[in-house]
């Protein structure tokens, strides 16, 4: 069985897209439909801005999603996955890919996604710490134990996990966590608190927006961040989709729990192929997972 599997913010790169536009009509069309929805070039950001413009939140998310259904277009889309998943944003790229939504609604959320953050990003700092060599357990206690707003929001891989919240609890927690022994404690260059309770206000907007949204019984089931269980009932997943703005996103369980119920192979789509297979690999080293 096999599963596709959609990277989030960090995965973009200069120039990504432009070999898809060029050398494939389905993929342009793709391209060309994503400027018309949004009302503005963001193929001309996607192949020509620098590094630093794709990682403005409003931008490398409607980019990345857009990238990663040109390349499922390209090389996936005459397959049926047996199950997807995706990492934050790429969840809404795995919901267009098994048919959950159409890729018009989901770029719209994904738009409105971006810019609910963005705002809320700017309403309230914060930020984000990698902490690397901990088990979770000792990460979330650390968390617990601080009065500022720090939470897990990203279970990346067994051995590594991201903190999300304010600046000061952040820094409190990157020390605490130095002093338990982490091999790395590293706050990211990061625009906000992702994945934090202080993604509220943006939750409450995107909210509104999914529930306005018509979701179909999808093609094969979405593994989702929030349960990190498989799903095909269209209610559960915008529940889980809502809650995935404040909510963690349990990578390391979906991977265990893929493996368990007999995913043999995963394709990474779209972004620079790297990330998710990584993770993968930090899993099971031999798990057979390529790009494209």
């Keep these: 069985m096999i599963a596709y599997v959609f990277p ?3 995965a973009q790169f200069e120039g990504m897209g432009k070999d898809l536009y060029q050398e494939n009509p389905e993929c342009k069309a793709i391209i060309d439909n994503a400027d018309d929805i949004l009302g503005y ?8 801005g620098s590094a630093e413009d794709l990682k403005k939140t409003e931008i490398t998310q409607p980019a990345l999603f ?18 997807v998943a995706g990492h934050s944003l790429g969840e809404f790229s795995a919901l267009v890919a098994n048919g959950t939504v159409s890729f018009e609604d989901g770029l719209k959320l994904v738009y409105k996604r971006a810019m609910a953050m963005q705002k809320a990003c700017d309403a309230v700092p914060g930020t984000m710490a990698a902490i690397l060599g901990l088990d979770n357990e000792v990460v979330e206690d650390v968390c617990n134990s601080i009065i500022e707003i720090v939470v897990p929001a990203n279970y990346n891989c067994p051995g590594q996990l991201v903190i ?5 609890g ?5 020390e ?8 790395r404690a590293m706050v990211l260059p990061v625009g906000g608190a992702f994945h934090s309770p202080l993604m509220a206000p943006a939750q409450d907007e995107l909210a509104q927006a999914i529930d306005d949204t018509e979701f179909k019984t999808p093609t094969c089931p979405i593994y989702q961040n929030y349960t990190a269980i498989p799903e095909t009932n269209p209610i559960n997943i915008k529940n889980n989709l809502i809650a995935q703005l404040t909510g963690a996103v349990k990578w390391t369980q979906i991977m265990q729990r893929m493996i368990g119920d007999g995913i043999t192979s995963t394709i990474e789509v779209g972004g620079n192929g790297k990330v ?5 690999k930090k899993v099971d080293r031999k798990f057979p997972i390529s790009s494209i």
């Design 8 to 10: 989030g913010q960090g």
């Design 41 to 48: 070039k963001l193929s001309q950001i996607m192949f020509e």
């Design 66 to 83: 857009v990238h990663a259904l040109a390349s499922f277009a390209k090389n996936g889309g005459g397959h049926s996955p047996d199950a």
């Design 164 to 168: 999300s919240g304010s600046i000061e």
């Design 170 to 174: 952040i820094n409190k927690a990157v």
């Design 176 to 183: 605490a966590c130095t002093e338990k022994g982490a091999r």
């Design 276 to 280: 998710l297979s990584g993770l993968f």
